[in-house]
């Protein structure tokens, strides 16, 4: 996410063009010049301007980055990392990818936000699509974007103050954004597949509870870990 590597909306079409290749985690692409961009105005035109902007890919170059698209590229690239990834066949695959990656994208602004002490979704430039809009301010926003600013603030925050209370760290975060990875429900997986998440499920869940034992004690690993295991 600090990286230059900025993928711009619509620039990738598809799923499975996004899976093609190696991962670019692998190429150095060079330090992003991180600038404050934050915008100016009320909340209603903020709004408008984003929705606006996010039509424009142009907008998006040099020092700006549709964050909302590029955290997916980024989660889909870094779950082309895994080795047992390959071993997976192309429908399964793209199912897991698609339903992995807003998972692990929530998860990564949850944790950075939390790590910059911001009490909602921030991003690496500053900015934040919940600028300005706390509880008392959303009723400023047009009706027909209301309910699902409102919805997405709510777990915004909820995720991050999980996090604030529980101490979450870095090492949990990795361990369990990779379970994040392996775990979500797929019917198209045939049965030797679903073996093979299963068995990759088992080793970073038992990863992450010893690693809660050994920091937290055994009289409080049950309740972190329940803690911990709600933030999927």
């Known amino acids: 996410r600090n990286s230059k590597y900025n ?8 799923i499975n063009e996004a899976l093609m290749g190696l991962s670019k985690f692998s190429i150095e692409y060079g330090d992003w010049p991180l600038a404050s961009v934050k915008p100016m105005g ?20 040099g020092n700006r980055k549709s964050w909302y698209f590029s955290n997916l590229v980024y989660a889909i690239e870094y779950f082309k990392t895994f080795p047992v990834i390959d071993r997976l066949g192309g429908t399964t695959k793209r199912s897991l990818a698609a339903k992995m990656a807003l998972l ?20 690496p430039d500053g900015t934040s699509i919940f600028e300005g809009m706390r509880k008392g ?23 991050i103050r999980k996090m604030r209370e529980i101490e979450f760290d870095e090492t949990e975060y990795v361990l369990l954004k990779a379970l994040l990875i392996m775990s979500p429900s797929l019917d198209v997986a ?4 679903r073996a093979i998440l299963t068995k990759e499920t088992e080793v970073y869940a038992k990863s992450l509870l010893s690693y809660i034992l050994v920091k937290r004690g055994v009289q409080k690993v049950g309740h972190h870990s329940v803690v911990v295991i709600s933030l999927r």
């Open 7 to 14: 993928p711009l909306p619509n620039s990738i079409k598809s």
């Open 42 to 61: 009320d909340n209603k035109q903020i709004l408008k301007e984003r929705i606006r902007d996010s039509f424009i890919p142009d907008f998006f170059m």
């Open 104 to 123: 692990c994208s929530n998860l990564t602004n949850a944790y950075f936000s939390m790590s910059n002490g911001a009490e909602f979704t921030m991003n």
């Open 137 to 159: 301010e959303l009723t400023t926003l047009m009706p027909i974007y209301m309910q699902a600013f409102i919805r997405d603030f709510q777990i915004s925050t909820t995720m």
């Open 190 to 193: 045939s049965d030797s597949e």
